[in-house]
């Protein structure tokens, strides 16, 4: 049984980071969530690191089930874990998977802009820039004027609006006002 901290989890991270091992530390991971008691980081969280390492590992199929364990979780985590499964689920070649997914957190509402950035930078890489200027603009709306996630849901939205060749509006006014 344990009490997980921020920084049993950052030891874990560094340690991988020297030893470029990314199935290791997934494992590690999960062994931190088996044995969690309690925490000053959720199980979820750490499960969602674990699918990220799996994920660097070459392993999709450990990912997505790490993933799906911290959407039944349920607990606290900077971005929702079903982007995640999205974005893994057209890394395996299972588009309409993934926008089901992604329909799903629409439905749900309520996204974090961090969620937002996610799945902009998702569906970027999959092609489908229409959805992706959807959730750039649905994050940037959202995000704290001046954050960095702010800034970073604007640049990528800047980047899709002209790949798109869509005229500038208040939203990119807002980026110019960032620099």
Do not use: N
Request: proline share 3%.
């Amino acid at each position: 049984m344990a009490h997980v901290t921020h920084e049993q989890v950052e030891r874990l991270l560094e340690q991988t980071l020297l030893a470029d091992d990314h199935e290791d530390l997934a494992r590690r991971l999960e062994a931190l969530v088996e044995a969690y008691v309690s925490g000053d980081i959720s199980r979820a969280a750490i499960l969602v690191l674990a699918a990220e390492e799996w994920r660097q590992s070459g392993q999709p199929g450990r990912a997505l089930d790490c993933f799906q364990r911290a959407v039944d979780d349920g607990g606290e985590v900077s971005i929702d874990p079903r982007a995640g499964i999205a974005d893994t689920l057209f890394e395996l070649e299972q588009p309409d998977d993934g926008r089901a997914v992604i329909e799903a957190i629409r439905a749900d509402g309520g996204v974090a802009p961090a969620t937002a950035l996610t799945l902009a930078e998702t569906l970027v890489a999959y092609g489908d820039l229409r959805e992706a200027h959807y959730w750039a603009t649905e994050g940037a709306q959202g995000a704290v004027k001046g954050s960095g996630e702010h800034t970073a849901l604007l640049r990528t939205r800047y980047r899709i609006r002209v790949d798109l060749g869509l005229p500038e509006d208040e939203l990119d006014a807002q980026l110019d006002a960032s620099h």
